[in-house]
């Protein structure tokens, strides 16, 4: 929705110096088209010029009100008036779904042999107040102190400056399209814009502060709101300042209360926690990776943008345990090494460029633009599964994170991004976390997240070890004597080489031991002992570092269905017909059955027929109904239904069908066992249908309705 | 935990009449033990004396430390100290339960042609309001004033009464057993029960008490821990009365929190609120079912039992639409109707018998002891399910609810219980709803939640009808007249009647509307026509009925584990080994890889076998370590992994594998190609291990490690 490139123009001024949690990244919520040339910036319109499959202008409110009259997608609760950013899936978007998760399940965690978990939404706020998230996961919002609307603050600036800019348009006598995307926004009486001709200087601030929406804090944007004296048109009344507030749901566990918990907003905090019992699963074996599928949530301010952004969705993440040294190797890297992607990277983006070439993720390994093997490994993988779904492949690409858009400690981090009438939408993230996950709950908790590993040679260490006379030591420091202990015993190595030059010039040491006396503690030489001596170390403790790539499954399923969508005029001269050309892999049903009218000969044949399927393992539907049988067939073009067995008089008689393909309308005819065959492979994906139109005889159109006999 | 006759004895005092809200029975939590004959009652035993799939003697301590070393399952968040009612599923867990959903999916979904939907958790409060939940879902709680404990009111009662008891007989001189199912509850310094001797009649009284403890509403539990001076063991003081306290958990949506919400306590709202939607999407055809699986949360006041009594957990939940007339049969009945079940009437339960036999579902229908077809189908359905994933059939049983345990509207409603060491289980529910849910949303919003059904032949009905003189109305009532005319057109047929007498004898009618004037409004003949005329319908209209077929997963997960788990004695002396006999359907991996040993030649087998199977469709895991092959197979039999291929030095040489059976231990070697059919034809249940014995030379043990040359 803000096609503006945020780092040519603005890349000195970002903020983000914590974008795990910055709502606007994705691991947070989206990043809406977060890179675009600026020349993009003229023409700004909420519905990008993209183009269906067969290269046909993209409709999305086409496309949108299919999708919901076939029950693909549902807003929750419509009886009751909805709820913004809530959706169910109706029968196809739910079995889409199914097939996409159990696509990722073989594609990822059953090819890698992951440790695939379940954790609970649920979770206490004392972990997410250590992963940061109860501090920083926050958006800044503005309320109307006259009728209580609440606005998200950079929503709210960014409204009111493109409506301005829309008025000065208008009064310049250029003509302005009518944004169709949110037929909420337009119920609301919201003021029509007025035509006022703003000065040249003023149209330029505008557009500057637009280009950098995403990077001003609440006080800046605060700023900009009295400075431009920015009202809220429902009122005309100046939104108070901008609060943080927190994305997270909250809810309390448990009676009392007592129990702080949020519905967490992603789900590697529930595997991260599990490191240390998935490790002995794997029998202390590095690397593994564990995998966890289940519905996130975001308390978003106001959610946009259909299916893009909403408050409940499904994730699927991936944390890669790795060793930090050794380079980050991925045993195999070698099978995917000259799988080629679009990888937009830094560089190309400071340059203000986004017309990049394919290259082989060996070779962006090699020469550093992907930094380690396993991430790229990664990348690579993410793209052939976006490619098994059904993703256009000229809609894909890899944009890396600019430095100052990565958290402190993330070492790299690429963004699966697909082209759709929104802008360039972050799909799947794919970052380098360091072990910053891994260290932050074990520091917090005490509980030994890291590998041991047993040293394949044993080395040697020499340190300055300190022994203390137990005996006498209790009784001299009595009540003190564990606190004192403790402190000694943390005593860093290059201060207790002092400490021994002390002791023996001194007979006695004098320690900082915070609430023991005044604070420092004399041990005279007789209670301790500090030498340096040799150690043999047999093992290596180390925490990992995780590589994490996570998916939005909504978001990849929404991106699929503007992917794979066009029209097909039809012959009759009706309005074009809307076809869903899903691979069949994650087509909701792989094959429709229609008998040529509601004659009785034909049920036990389609019972049949039904049966054979279910045995082969592919789902099929029935469409008795009176419809035409184009008319059935149009309907299940829709649902993105690949194959069709017509059954028809000739049927009855000698038991041979015709197969139709979705995509070309073609149809083939044969006897049963070759139809099913056919269907097997091509829903297995070992032929597609041009095999099958050499295979098998033509069938040119179904005959007239004349009964048997 | 609480073996106790409920219905035999207390049946009169029953007050569960809102069942569906009482966070007592599954639809709410669960009800553990609802029924046991009153004999039961004097060998009450937190862990019931059940036997293991091989008769021995159920040891759940000792399965449970086993699944936690497996990590079936694992607590949330431990290493924070743990959150009770809250578990996380590790990878076997998770895969376990992964196959139990895809096998739901197979044997209901797709088998039935069900219209799966996913809805949100989400839920706003309103929805949760006209159903019934926000008013009634609820547990009685007291809190301890002087440290502030929150106790379930009823736990509280029973756990006071039975250490009062126990304290008698051990001051009798009885011997007592620990209670060892609450690890928790030991830790706690709870004072130790005193050996106080109790009079004969308070034993009796408590006795009674705890045989009707799930019966008592709030003000009465309160009045027994003022009459039996229950205090708090911890603090030696009496609770304040018991006040309701609502399972759900509240969260609010949206950023000004005016949106009251909750997380889901069912599926079942979700897929209530698409019926017009989804009636539609299956074309207006009539019966279909929807179908939704999905996490749901309640926020117990004290989780008890492990995986039985969760704060979140999975639900798969069944909603089938059926016209209320004609005795909802259904058309596939024929099919199911010889399977024979063990149903626990409601006469039965009376009698205070559990001792039932099979009955085929044809004939309880035949004679009313199971309300309808539909209902019986789906009976016989959910105990083919079961036994496919592996259930242990004779723990298997169906009890209906008595009378006054269903809600008022309901027709009938039969539980699948599964017997564990916690008693009998409620794992599925399957209830005849009638109209009610349906019928209280429309009302509520006005949707029209209703079928629309053509007439095969027009229906003529006679009725007095009204005309009204709109353009005399109006001007004549003013701004009253909307209101006047709604209620002239609310007259119910058997007031026209007297109506139009009135109208006929006095030349004007009065009527009732309230708030207009004194609330009776005059309604001269000159505005109004009251008579009886012929009307012809071509369609009906009518709320279909709801059958609902609710099944807890995790529930069904734990039993499957209490069902399928053995031990068998070691060969060497040591502690018996435990196997999980899974089903090869649902068991998390279907085979392990184990190579002789780490010898370098076994390397390119395992890989080139595991690619087999991943070909195949068959999950396999392969375990390389370095412990002894009896050692690998012991931890895949606590997985249970049903199938085990030894790569040996033989089958480097010749290419022929050891296949074992985890059941038996036996093994059968054969080329790579047989072996690899056996398994496919064990894997999909086409053969059991005793085919492949007969059609496969036996291995006996396996060769010493000599290297190849």
Same mark, same amino acid.
């Given at each position: 929705?803000?096609?503006?490139?945020?780092?040519?123009?603005?890349?000195?001024?970002?903020?983000?110096?914590?974008?795990?949690?910055?709502?606007?990244?994705?691991?947070?919520?989206?990043?809406?088209?977060?890179?675009?040339?600026?020349?993009?910036?003229?023409?700004?319109?909420?519905?990008?010029?993209?183009?269906?499959?067969?290269?046909?202008?993209?409709?999305?409110?086409?496309?949108?009100?299919?999708?919901?009259?076939?029950?693909?997608?549902?807003?929750?609760?419509?009886?009751?008036?909805?709820?913004?950013?809530?959706?169910?899936?109706?029968?196809?978007?739910?079995?889409?779904?199914?097939?996409?998760?159990?696509?990722?399940?073989?594609?990822?965690?059953?090819?890698?042999?992951?440790?695939?978990?379940?954790?609970?939404?649920?979770?206490?706020?004392?972990?997410?107040?250590?992963?940061?998230?109860?501090?920083?996961?926050?958006?800044?919002?503005?309320?109307?102190?006259?009728?209580?609307?609440?606005?998200?603050?950079?929503?709210?600036?960014?409204?009111?400056?493109?409506?301005?800019?829309?008025?000065?348009?208008?009064?310049?006598?250029?003509?302005?399209?009518?944004?169709?995307?949110?037929?909420?926004?337009?119920?609301?009486?919201?003021?029509?814009?007025?035509?006022?001709?703003?000065?040249?200087?003023?149209?330029?601030?505008?557009?500057?502060?637009?280009?950098?929406?995403?990077?001003?804090?609440?006080?800046?944007?605060?700023?900009?709101?009295?400075?431009?004296?920015?009202?809220?048109?429902?009122?005309?009344?100046?939104?108070?300042?901008?609060?943080?507030?927190?994305?997270?749901?909250?809810?309390?566990?448990?009676?009392?209360?007592?129990?702080?918990?949020?519905?967490?907003?992603?789900?590697?905090?529930?595997?991260?926690?599990?490191?240390?019992?998935?490790?002995?699963?794997?029998?202390?074996?590095?690397?593994?990776?564990?995998?966890?599928?289940?519905?996130?949530?975001?308390?978003?301010?106001?959610?946009?943008?259909?299916?893009?952004?909403?408050?409940?969705?499904?994730?699927?993440?991936?944390?890669?345990?790795?060793?930090?040294?050794?380079?980050?190797?991925?045993?195999?890297?070698?099978?995917?090494?000259?799988?080629?992607?679009?990888?937009?990277?830094?560089?190309?983006?400071?340059?203000?460029?986004?017309?990049?070439?394919? +290259?082989?993720?060996?070779?962006?390994?090699?020469?550093?633009?992907?930094?380690?093997?396993?991430?790229?490994?990664?990348?690579?993988?993410?793209?052939?599964?976006?490619?098994?779904?059904?993703?256009?492949?000229?809609?894909?690409?890899?944009?890396?994170?600019?430095?100052?858009?990565?958290?402190?400690?993330?070492?790299?981090?690429?963004?699966?991004?697909?082209?759709?009438?929104?802008?360039?939408?972050?799909?799947?993230?794919?970052?380098?976390?360091?072990?910053?996950?891994?260290?932050?709950?074990?520091?917090?908790?005490?509980?030994?997240?890291?590998?041991?590993?047993?040293?394949?040679?044993?080395?040697?260490?020499?340190?300055?070890?300190?022994?203390?006379?137990?005996?006498?030591?209790?009784?001299?420091?009595?009540?003190?004597?564990?606190?004192?202990?403790?402190?000694?015993?943390?005593?860093?190595?290059?201060?207790?080489?002092?400490?021994?030059?002390?002791?023996?010039?001194?007979?006695?040491?004098?320690?900082?031991?915070?609430?023991?006396?005044?604070?420092?503690?004399?041990?005279?030489?007789?209670?301790?002992?500090?030498?340096?001596?040799?150690? +043999?170390?047999?093992?290596?403790?180390?925490?990992?570092?995780?590589?994490?790539?996570?998916?939005?499954?909504?978001?990849?399923?929404?991106?699929?269905?503007?992917?794979?969508?066009?029209?097909?005029?039809?012959?009759?001269?009706?309005?074009?017909?809307?076809?869903?050309?899903?691979?069949?892999?994650?087509?909701?049903?792989?094959?429709?059955?229609?008998?040529?009218?509601?004659?009785?000969?034909?049920?036990?044949?389609?019972?049949?027929?039904?049966?054979?399927?279910?045995?082969?393992?592919?789902?099929?539907?029935?469409?008795?109904?009176?419809?035409?049988?184009?008319?059935?067939?149009?309907?299940?073009?829709?649902?993105?239904?690949?194959?069709?067995?017509?059954?028809?008089?000739?049927?009855?008689?000698?038991?041979?069908?015709?197969?139709?393909?979705?995509?070309?309308?073609?149809?083939?005819?044969?006897?049963?066992?070759?139809?099913?065959?056919?269907?097997?492979?091509?829903?297995?994906?070992?032929?597609?249908?041009?095999?099958?139109?050499?295979?098998?005889?033509?069938?040119?159109?179904?005959?007239?309705?004349?009964?048997?006999?």
């Amino acid at each position: 929705m803000r096609p503006f490139c945020r780092f040519a123009r603005t890349a000195g001024h970002l903020q983000n110096t914590f974008p795990r949690y910055k709502a606007r990244s994705f691991t947070a919520t989206t990043q809406v088209n977060k890179y675009q040339p600026p020349k993009f910036q003229k023409q700004k319109d909420p519905i990008m010029a993209t183009t269906t499959l067969k290269g046909q202008p993209f409709d999305r409110p086409v496309l949108d009100s299919m999708l919901r009259r076939r029950m693909f997608y549902t807003p929750s609760f419509e009886v009751y008036g909805g709820v913004a950013g809530l959706y169910d899936y109706g029968p196809p978007g739910c079995a889409l779904q199914t097939n996409v998760v159990d696509l990722f399940r073989k594609h990822f965690v059953l090819e890698e042999d992951m440790l695939e978990v379940d954790c609970t939404a649920l979770t206490p706020a004392e972990v997410l107040k250590t992963s940061g998230h109860v501090d920083k996961f926050a958006d800044w919002m503005c309320k109307d102190p006259k009728n209580g609307d609440i606005m998200r603050a950079d929503h709210f600036v960014e409204e009111i400056l493109e409506s301005r800019l829309k008025g000065d348009k208008e009064a310049r006598g250029v003509k302005v399209e009518e944004k169709e995307d949110d037929p909420k926004k337009k119920k609301k009486k919201v003021k029509a814009t007025e035509a006022v001709k703003l000065d040249d200087a003023v149209v330029q601030e505008y557009e500057e502060i637009l280009a950098r929406i995403d990077n001003y804090n609440g006080e800046e944007l605060g700023q900009l709101i009295k400075k431009y004296e920015m009202k809220n048109p429902a009122t005309g009344v100046e939104p108070l300042p901008p609060v943080e507030f927190n994305l997270m749901f909250n809810t309390p566990i448990g009676p009392s209360g007592n129990l702080a918990g949020y519905l967490r907003p992603e789900t590697a905090q529930g595997q991260f926690l599990n490191f240390a019992k998935l490790l002995d699963f794997n029998q202390q074996q590095m690397p593994f990776a564990s995998a966890c599928i289940g519905k996130s949530y975001r308390n978003e301010i106001s959610p946009r943008s259909g299916l893009l952004r909403v408050r409940e969705f499904l994730m699927a993440e991936i944390e890669h345990y790795v060793d930090p040294h050794g380079g980050k190797k991925h045993h195999r890297f070698e099978e995917v090494k000259d799988v080629e992607l679009v990888l937009l990277n830094r560089h190309t983006q400071l340059a203000g460029q986004t017309h990049v070439k394919k +290259v082989a993720i060996g070779k962006a390994v090699a020469d550093g633009t992907v930094d380690n093997e396993t991430l790229g490994y990664f990348l690579a993988r993410i793209h052939l599964f976006l490619e098994k779904i059904g993703i256009d492949q000229t809609k894909l690409r890899f944009r890396q994170h600019m430095a100052n858009e990565m958290a402190h400690y993330a070492a790299d981090c690429w963004d699966a991004e697909l082209q759709t009438s929104y802008g360039w939408i972050e799909c799947v993230g794919c970052a380098d976390r360091s072990a910053y996950d891994l260290t932050v709950h074990a520091k917090k908790t005490g509980a030994p997240l890291v590998v041991r590993e047993r040293l394949a040679e044993p080395i040697t260490v020499e340190e300055w070890q300190i022994d203390l006379d137990k005996k006498k030591f209790g009784p001299h420091f009595k009540k003190d004597g564990k606190t004192v202990e403790a402190a000694v015993e943390a005593l860093p190595q290059e201060k207790r080489e002092a400490l021994a030059q002390d002791l023996k010039l001194e007979g006695k040491i004098t320690i900082d031991v915070e609430g023991v006396g005044n604070g420092k503690v004399e041990i005279s030489k007789d209670l301790i002992v500090i030498e340096r001596r040799k150690r +043999v170390e047999n093992t290596r403790e180390f925490t990992p570092n995780v590589i994490e790539p996570s998916f939005g499954i909504g978001r990849i399923i929404y991106c699929l269905m503007e992917h794979t969508y066009w029209t097909r005029g039809s012959d009759g001269g009706d309005e074009a017909r809307g076809v869903l050309s899903f691979p069949p892999i994650v087509a909701p049903s792989k094959v429709l059955l229609v008998p040529l009218s509601t004659h009785e000969s034909f049920k036990p044949l389609l019972r049949h027929m039904s049966l054979k399927l279910r045995s082969l393992g592919v789902s099929s539907r029935v469409d008795d109904s009176s419809a035409s049988i184009g008319k059935r067939y149009s309907r299940n073009d829709e649902l993105g239904t690949p194959l069709g067995i017509t059954i028809d008089f000739q049927s009855v008689q000698d038991k041979t069908y015709t197969l139709r393909d979705r995509d070309s309308t073609k149809q083939v005819r044969a006897d049963e066992e070759t139809i099913l065959t056919a269907i097997k492979s091509l829903v297995e994906g070992e032929k597609v249908w041009a095999d099958i139109e050499k295979e098998l005889p033509t069938f040119e159109g179904q005959e007239v309705e004349v009964p048997v006999r």
